[in-house]
């Protein structure tokens, strides 16, 4: 959920960062709220499932792997030992607070690896031999594209800064980093620990006719925001949490317009738009184009 409502902290079975408080339940535990409620709430349900329905409905969600197969001009993304599609993403390795930027992979103690995708790194080896003509030229170019936009997403440097969430929360009032700096698991984009995030996005400024406008006021400050929508707040009824919402895995983009929890963004162009001037990277239009190119290859 966006507002991390099935996102629940420490009770029963948990994984915590070590050294801090920082501790939430399991996947499991999580989902298995999540197929109840949405049994007797969205479907309106006379009553609650069983454990060992719930139990069943669980063990299938976790087999389940979403990805971009095919790109109209690189063709299959798995191609010539590519790691692209369902297959690869089935058997890559995910646990709670893996590369995580904060405070490093909890469990292994390894330092935060901003080249969280590799997806594509074998077709660099195509590009550079492109004399040798192992592929179509137009494939050999759109494999390119990809592979530089992958590049952009692990190291175009960005600076990060008025995030509630990040900034805020790690007193560092300017953050150097880059796309996988928030979106950090290993070749599948979400951040690997619960972390909602204000980017702006609910932000008066950047309200359209189309969206309602909320008027908060805290009643020990007396501190009034104006906002699109309340975000965590309405879950945790914190004011420190207005505005703030999970992020999305990224694999199966392309299949999933519009974006953003508003679903202000009609496609991945003006998703690259929003955050090239939100944080103001200064992407030319053919880096623009190349990390849209990546974006839909997952």
């Avoid at 975000?231 to 505005?243: Q, S």
């Avoid at 738009?273 to 623009?288: H, M, S, V, W």
Wanted: hydrophobic content about 40%.
């Amino acid at each position: 959920m966006w507002d991390g409502r099935e996102t629940f902290k420490a009770g029963g079975s948990h994984e915590c960062i070590l050294g801090t408080a920082n501790c939430f339940a399991s996947l499991d535990f999580d989902l298995l709220d999540q197929s109840n409620s949405a049994t007797v709430t969205h479907a309106q349900g006379l009553q609650a499932l069983t454990d060992e329905q719930r139990a069943a409905i669980v063990r299938f969600e976790m087999t389940l792997f979403t990805a971009q197969i095919f790109d109209e001009g690189a063709g299959e993304l798995d191609g010539r030992h590519a790691m692209g599609g369902p297959a690869s993403l089935s058997s890559g390795v995910f646990y709670f607070g893996i590369n995580d930027v904060v405070s490093n992979d909890y469990r292994s103690g390894a330092l935060f690896n901003p080249t969280v995708f590799r997806l594509y790194d074998a077709w660099e080896k195509d590009i550079l031999e492109k004399s040798r003509g192992a592929e179509p030229r137009g494939r050999r170019e759109a494999r390119a594209a990809i592979v530089r936009g992958q590049a952009l997403f692990n190291s175009k440097p960005i600076t990060i800064q008025g995030v509630k969430g990040l900034n805020d929360d790690l007193s560092v009032p300017v953050l150097h980093g880059t796309c996988t700096t928030c979106h950090d698991t290993p070749n599948a984009g979400n951040h690997s620990i619960p972390a909602p995030l204000d980017i702006g996005l609910t932000d008066v400024s950047r309200r359209t006719p189309d969206l309602p406008l909320y008027t908060l006021r805290n009643l020990a400050t007396l501190e009034s925001v104006q906002t699109t929508d309340p975000g965590r707040a309405l879950i945790t009824g914190k004011w420190r949490d207005i505005g703030r919402f999970k992020g999305p895995v990224l694999r199966a983009l392309a299949t999933r317009a519009p974006y953003f929890h508003n679903g202000s963004a009609a496609s991945l162009d003006e998703v690259v738009d929003f955050y090239n001037q939100r944080f103001g990277i200064g992407l030319t239009a053919d880096e623009k184009d190349d990390l849209v190119a990546f974006l839909l290859s997952l």
